[in-house]
């Protein structure tokens, strides 16, 4: 299998205090790779790395093939990010803010017309096209974020929190995109803090004070932690952390 | 101040209704209504948009509904807001203390501003103020989210308020610090203040003596936690297989099956009446050549919650 992401003791220092700890990970292309850790675990910090918007202080890591260190103009354009925080421009209409992200992606106008009316076409937003995304319910904004964020097809996308608020049915019809998504290939590395939600991944790593903790498959995460649930596995785990919670 | 105890509701909100927009065309509170005793933990479950902090701004008196009436403690939202003012603490969603003050002065502030002192309640707030006060001396705005949250609740309790409003305090907070944080509120109601908490975590629904849980404006349920999940009727299957995607689409697709639905490691199916496990499971078998695990479970809040929401 095809390595998209690799980590080798990847580590950030801010002046005396370590944020990430020597990490080290290797995740397969098409991967939903769940991403956990308690408040000010590191895990912001380490996903900055990864998408070239902060410098390690020392150890290597590629995304989507390219160095972190070197070519972290290519990563930003090889991966799609989206936040519960930040999504969408709620004072630009739908097809603006596609036409907005693709632009910013460099795509040619025809792939934004294409690909701008098979994404409403799925979302059977046909009709809210020229809508503002902020008259939108919530719901129906999460799942255009998200499409939005692999408008460009990146190999690789980043959700931080990507359900968090979200209603329990739309919290699952999120997730279906993101198997879809997987099918076709995209590697989905991705933050929450619902633990239902680190059983949809392949797998899971869990991140205390800054090191890995724990990378399994959420069954073996389980059996090797004797929890029965990843709820579970979670409060073993970062029930151990010393530093102070972010 | 010796506040005058009273056998009435803590809480009570009957007919309120709240738009906003010039044409009054969103929706924020249809028709709400509801009672809150004295002393009770009550949980209002629901996700962004349900209606949360619009019902709290307008008990807390900062936001007028368009019709309806509140009372807080027996006083009335409108027309005595200037009592209400003085007995209940809100601590809103978004962190709302003064950043460039330190976290002794946020304090002192806040009580000064309540006519009291800290050291007159510090008892109420020990157990939560010494985890920051080895930070005192630092600003506020410096803070981690964790100990913000902490310096928030301390300064919401330092007049010692009768009813306690708390709006989302644990969004955004991993599992172990949410877990802390309801140990808190535990111990805030057994020294019998009345709190009312809102949260999108379905799984804390548990935790409450009641809740309300809420879509869209509306109250689809007010029961306690147990009561919830014994109210839902329908016989609830849990079934996993090593096909997890290929496994939903058949198990949607059985005439007998109501809703299905991922839900952690298994897949939880809703069946309608008069269909049961053994039929799901010779469907299962017949259209699918991978083995399937099924087991006959309860419900949960987060259950109860999608089978209300279909009912809508």
Known sequence: ?246 | MIRQTNTMNAVEVSHLVKTYGKKKEVLALDDISLVVGQGELFGIIGPDGAGKTSLFRILTTLLLADSGRASVDGYEVVKQYKEIRNWVGYMPGKFSLYPDLSVAENLNFFATIFNTTVKKNFDLIRDIYVQIEPFQHRRAGKLSGGMKQKLALSCTLIHRPSVLFLDEPTTGVDAVSRKEFWEMLKRLKQQGITILVSTPYMDEAGLCDRVALMQNGSILSINTPQRVVSEFRNELIAAKSQKMLQLLEALKGYEGTENAYPFGEYHHVVMKKGFGMNGLKSYIDKVSAIPVDMVATEPDIEDCFIALMKDE
């Open chain 1, 1 to 246: 299998m095809e390595k998209i992401i690799t980590a080798h003791k990847l580590t950030k220092r801010f002046g005396d205090f370590t944020a990430v700890n020597q990490i080290s990970f290797a995740i397969q292309k098409g991967e939903i790779f769940g991403f956990l850790g308690a408040n000010g675990a590191g895990k912001t910090t380490a996903m900055r790395m990864l998408c070239g918007l902060s410098m390690p202080s020392s150890g290597e890591a590629t995304v989507a093939g390219f160095d972190i260190y070197r070519e972290n103009e290519k990563i930003k354009r090889s991966i799609g990010y989206m936040s519960q925080k930040f999504s969408l421009y709620d004072d630009l209409t739908v097809k603006e803010n596609m036409r907005f992200y693709g632009g910013i992606y460099g795509m040619t106008d025809t792939f934004i017309r294409d690909k701008t009316a098979s994404i409403l076409e799925q979302l059977h937003l046909e009709k809210e096209g020229d809508k503002l995304v902020g008259s939108l319910p919530l719901g129906w904004k999460q799942k255009l974020a998200f499409s939005v964020a692999i408008f460009h097809d990146p190999p690789i996308v980043f959700l931080d929190e990507p359900t968090g608020g979200v209603d329990p049915v739309t919290r699952r019809e999120f997730w279906s995109m993101i198997y879809q998504a997987s099918a076709a290939g995209i590697t989905i590395f991705v933050t929450t803090h619902y633990m239902d939600e680190a059983e949809y991944c392949n797998r899971v790593s869990i991140m205390v004070d800054g090191r890995i903790e724990a990378l399994d498959t959420p069954a073996q995460l389980k059996q090797t932690y004797q929890a029965k649930s990843m709820d579970g596995v979670f409060l073993k785990l970062a029930r151990k952390a010393t530093r102070a919670a972010d």
